[in-house]
């Protein structure tokens, strides 16, 4: 795993790019993808910044009578070409940076899907564990009215993220509805179906890394019944990857949790082992001839690796060792930028986090059409739908790698910003 420790001042650094924040790294990634094309400068420049951040103070009263006072965000990148769209964080280290620099990576994801949205994101910086039902419920009914005026389906639609739920976005459309005097479901989604959300909506990001590996192994003309693939994180992301991939017949031979990862070089059957969501870090539990650390795991001679569990797990430590033939990024950031050059010169492809994992927001998209619409999609639909998107992406992208010769991940960025540039040029909202 990346050290977050921090150095002796006698010693190099862990890793010579890092540590680099959220807003930072969106910033490099906007100014690489724009050294590749010929774009108004003033553009660039006013994508570097937010159009419009909230702060805002959510009082709650706990149960023990104690008045506790937080702080919440919501910042609003880019809404050149549809609303703004991205999730809502409860977490102790959501800051109004994390959330700018959030907010700019959903602006790509969007534009790199061709999803008619923008990037927002937000949160409240507050440990949702210390806090009971109820008093979650409270805090996010009042953070709800204090960024009212920001948000609404035409406006900002937000949605789940670390430390918020379905439950969470249920509240609040509740919320909004009450005071508008009418049922909105389309101001967020994620919700849970019986009000409005979508079917396939919480396996999306795992069935859009799945679809997109599938694509990749296809790409460097490997059969997929002869591909072994190793996993890190078996929770919404990983699980479903690994299950989908084992169903079309790839050998899945690692995945982990938390606590480690259990490897068969024969391939295991990734669907009687328990999701993070079935059964809480329970990976270790199941039979398997052997386990590995999660740091071996990367580091598996295997043909596909799919991080997929938290961030900055590959680093200029460890790339070297890493002798997968192709990256899929299921997590957001698992490589660090200093690991992402190293690839670059070793030829090892990584397929990068905003195309491999956006279908949430492409479902989430797709929830948004059916709560507008009134009409909801079977879960047949939803699938179709979504593999035509992630095929789609998935040709763009691949034009950009071929044409340029540049790395996954700037062809990615060059697709992303193309979009967002030319509709800034067209709709001549400049300055
Ligand atoms: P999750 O909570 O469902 O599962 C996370 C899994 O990772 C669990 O199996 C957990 O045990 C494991 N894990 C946690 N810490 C670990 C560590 N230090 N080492 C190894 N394993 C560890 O989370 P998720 O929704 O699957 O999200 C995983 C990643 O994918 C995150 O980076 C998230 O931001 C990203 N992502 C999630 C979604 C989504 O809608 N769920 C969409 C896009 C991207």
Known sequence: MASTSTPHDDEPPAEPNEPESALQTARRQLQHAADHLDIDPNVVERLKHPKKVQEVTVPIERENGDVEVYTGYRAQHDSVRGPFKGGLRYHPDVTREECVGLGMWMTWKCAVMDIPFGGAKGGIAVNPKDLSEGEKEQLTRRFTDEIRSVIGPTKDIPAPDMGTDPQTMAWLMDAYS????????????????????????????????????????????????????????????????????????????????????????????????????????????????????????????????????????????????????????????????????????????????????????????????????????????????????????????????????????DAAYIVALSRIAEAHETRGLWP
């Open 178 to 409: 009450m005071q508008e005097g009418e049922t909105i479901p389309g101001v967020v989604t994620g919700k849970p179906p019986i009000v409005g959300g979508s079917k396939g909506r919480d396996a999306a990001p795992g069935r859009s890394v799945a679809i997109i590996a599938r694509e990749a192994i296809d790409y460097y003309d490997k059969d997929i019944r002869e591909t072994s693939v190793a996993v890190q994180g078996f929770g919404s992301v990983g699980a479903n990857a690994a299950k989908l991939l084992d169903s079309w017949g790839a050998n899945v031979v690692a995945v982990s949790d938390v606590n480690g990862g259990i490897y068969d070089a024969n391939g295991l059957d990734t669907h009687s082992i328990p999701s993070h969501h079935e059964e809480p870090e329970a990976v270790m539990t199941h039979e398997a001839p052997q386990t590995v650390t999660n740091d071996d795991l990367l580091e598996l001679d295997v043909d596909v690796l799919i991080p997929a569990a938290i961030g900055n797990v590959l680093t200029a430590g460890n790339a070297d060792d890493v002798t997968a033939d192709i990256i899929i990024e299921g997590a957001n950031g698992p490589t660090t930028s200093a690991a992402s050059e190293i690839f670059a010169e070793r030829d090892v492809p990584v397929i990068p986090d905003i195309l491999a994992n956006a279908g949430g927001v492409t479902v989430s998209y797709f929830e948004w059409l059916q709560d507008i619409n009134r009409r909801a999609w079977s879960l047949e639909r939803v699938h179709d739908e979504l593999e035509d998107e992630m095929l789609a992406a998935w040709q763009d992208v691949r034009d950009e790698y071929e044409t340029r010769e540049v790395t996954w991940r």
